[in-house]
């Protein structure tokens, strides 16, 4: 068999990410669509665009190589981590604001902080403190505001007036950035927001002298000093955040929102809107949200709506959200279905799950929701109308809207990529050509083909209905010997693995089946889409229900699916899929007769607060759970070959979940396979340690199972 090559594509164009369009947004009048590009399949530069939706006609708005003028691009140590927080995986410019009307858009590049603007395509720099943090201009577009320093700055777009309007009143103390919990767990990756007329903001501060500090060093070079962060580990004390509104010209004082930050002691989300600014906030047992309404003038809170439950609240993106009348959207799980609320009364139907809000237009909100947990499809909502789909076709389907016009992002089974489409009922400009038409256009797309083609068969497995996805090689007939079995799932609850979609994984699974294996997904209780009931399945056991559900997969698969060897049977994963791996092998080596463990969770008790006593309550409380769901504690219990797999550089899961199974076992005189990434983080995107990443796992693989 020939050499493969798909590892390198897949490191070369990070994850089929690089030329494909992404981060859009929609002009007020639904004329203009703002996108982020490279310019090809292997290009990691992210340029900014705009599509004019009457002509179809695309403008190149900053190239951040014109903008350094051929100089190599710089990041601060906070922009690195946002950008690893936030899946980031280009560089250039990777993230952008934008005013009320579209017109001025704030990025930073290097350090520095710039303008442009979307009508005649002017970009400049704009004199600001350095390095510059996430910029965003007021709605006016008078203004950016950023952070510098941990400060909370304000820059005016027409002169040099450049100012601090929440400055840290302590050594460990931000105004503007999210803490690592909240960009990490809670999926919120801001921490300010401007009021409608641009006077003032809303503005988180976090103070992690609380948190216990964590520290990284790096072994391949013992003259560089260790990286300190604070980390709350579960049971430990979280950063105190607190909320403030601060006046946009620094003329005033800073205002304290009130609210019972010991009882609510997360910010999970916020905003500010016509009717005023808004918070979110959960207690630290997250079985209790409140949405809070705040007094611009005074930062009194009142509460505007709860949710409670017995295990956990779900946070779902986008919410709470408000529309143009004010009506507050939220989420609530009834008769066994996540359903959106409208002002506390259910308005989608039994067995829609709903997943998030992606987006309000006027009295229109637009939202992610399944019935068939493969999928996920657009809705849109209105008092008028209802609710109703706007996507059909089997996949996994995003959008954005404003103004009237949708942007469509889909994939499917049977096409590589996303594809971005444009649809508007006529929102083009006065004057252009076909105003006032409908119309409907592509953003084009230069992500690279994949050099192969996923073939999964989606499958329903068992009396639960597990999903799955089969994979087997191209060249394999019926009749053919049975192909020893890899096991290759996530099974967490942060994401499913089985769509139909041709997501960056199915490629990794069907090279895998091309060298010569029956590769097997298998989404089992706990993963998202499912449903309340489902999701709580692993409430207070992370380990059991996942790896039996694993378990119950493989063998319905093969007994359907003949070419299924049971004899020689693998499993790999990464994170959440590196401990459902390692814990494998450990309880079941009856089945499983190999593993590959990367990045994986071996001491619950050194995750983070916030997602790991979501599952696992306080480790003070349910020491059981903690012990039960941390395979370090099952060292002894070796018998099969096992290969770690951990970045040195990692700051989500420390390597010392890595380092510490891998003493135990040694302890416990069990042979195993250590591999470490020096400078990697928890995703690994160097494209020699992608690539070979790949290649050493297949070697192991074909060592491990008998031929």
Partial sequence: MSAPSLPRQLARTRRF?????????????????????????????SCLWALDVATGRERLLADPRALLVGAGEELSAEELTRRQRAGELSSGIVAYAADAACELLAFALSGRLWTVRVSDGLVRPVAAAEPALDPRPDPTGRRVAYVSGGALRVADTGDALDRAVAVPDGPEVTFGLPEHVASESMGRHRAYWWSPDGTRLLVARVDTAPVRRWHLADPSDPSRPPVSFPYPSAGTANAEVSLWIA??????????????TKGFEYLTDAGWDAAGPYASVQSRDQRHVQVLGIDPATGAARVLAEQRDDAWVELLPGLPARD????????????GTRRLMADGVPVTPPGLQVLGVLAVDGRTVLFAATDEPTQTHVWAYDPDAGARPLTTEPGVHSAVRRGGTTVLLSRTLDRPGTRVTVHSAGAARAGAAGAGEAVEREIASHAQRPVLEPRPELLSLGPRGLRAALFLPSWHRPGDAPLPVLMDPYGGPALRKVTAEQAWWTYVSQWFAEQGFAVLAVDGRGTPGRGPAWEREIHLDLAGPVLDDQIEGLREAAARRPELDLSRVAIRGWSFGGFLA????????????????????????????????????????????????????????????????????????????TLRLSAALLAAGKAH?????????????????????LLHQLGFLRRALPS
Wanted: aromatic share 4%; glycine share 8%; charged share 25%.
């Fill in 17 to 45: 990410t690089l030329g494909a369009p992404g981060k859009v947004s929609v002009s007020p009048d639904g004329g203009t669509v703002v996108f982020l590009r490279s310019r090809a399949g292997d290009d990691p530069v």
């Fill in 247 to 260: 006046d946009a010209g620094g003329r005033r004082p800073l205002t304290p929102v009130a609210w019972d």
């Fill in 324 to 335: 143009s009348a004010g009506a507050l959207f939220t989420a609530g799980d009834v008769d």
């Fill in 582 to 657: 390692a814990l494998a092998v450990l309880r079941r080596p009856d089945v499983f007769h190999a593993a590959i463990a990367g990045a994986p969770v071996t001491d619950q008790r050194l995750y983070d607060t916030h997602w790991r006593e979501r599952h696992l309550g306080h480790p003070d409380e349910h020491p059981e759970a903690y012990d039960r769901c941390s395979p370090v504690l099952e060292a002894a219990s070796l018998t099969r070959p096992l290969l770690l797999i951990h970045g040195l550089a990692d700051d989500n899961v420390a390597p010392a979940h």
């Fill in 673 to 693: 396979e250590v591999l470490p990434l020096p400078r990697t983080t928890h995703l690994p995107v160097e494209e020699s340690v992608a690539e070979n990443l």
